[in-house]
């Protein structure tokens, strides 16, 4: 099922995601509505909270930033799902990329990161895994995880361009700001 996008100023991408437990009912129904509604969204990330649910996990599907970054791993059928993630390490040097994000539609903002990110996660069945990513696949993953944590990329945005974007991100947040996809607003936003 598609289920609409939460928008820049919903308290509930402010929050720290719970975990979720091993007996956790309807995951499956769960990661595909996510699935469905980051592609309907045209997206190659979404995160719980951005559905209105303070739990962790993310799905990627990296696909359709194949060959974005020359020189790149190949993101060709990188579709995951990250459950209680934990990041133990990002290293290496810090790259800017310009990010956007589906609950900020419209803007998008060069983000500094490191280049590497070391993951702890469980995939559907509750398996562990921890692995390394590097690239895009590590931006997506840190992008991505900071909805867990509360954060937003617009947070790393300084000076002059936070200026710039203030006023979208006023319009976004009061719900007088319309993109393709269904948005869902703070509750105390009339639309």
């Known amino acids: 099922m598609i289920l609409p996008i939460i928008a820049y100023g919903h308290p509930v991408l402010r929050k720290v995601a719970e975990e979720i437990p091993t007996h956790f009912i309807n995951l499956d129904e769960l990661i595909e509505d996510m699935y469905e509604t980051m592609y309907n969204a045209k997206g190659v990330g979404l995160a719980a909270p951005q559905i209105g649910r303070s739990l962790r996990i993310f799905v990627v599907d990296g696909s359709p930033m194949e060959g974005t970054l020359e020189g790149d791993e190949s993101m060709e059928g990188w579709k995951q799902v990250f459950i209680n993630p934990k990041i133990m390490e990002e290293t290496g040097d810090e790259w800017g990329f310009e990010e956007g994000c589906l609950s900020i539609p419209d803007v998008v903002e060069e983000v500094f990161r490191k280049e590497r990110v070391l993951i702890r996660y469980q995939d559907a069945n509750f398996n562990t895994h921890e692995k390394q990513f590097t ?11 900071d909805h867990l944590e509360g954060h937003l990329f617009t947070d790393y945005v300084k000076g002059m361009r936070k200026q710039l974007i203030k006023s979208k991100l006023g319009k976004i947040s009061k719900g007088k700001y319309k993109t393709f996809y269904e948005m869902k607003y703070s509750p105390k936003v009339k639309t």
Do not use: D, V, W
């Open 135 to 145: 690239g895009l696949k590590a931006r997506i993953i840190q992008h991505e995880y």
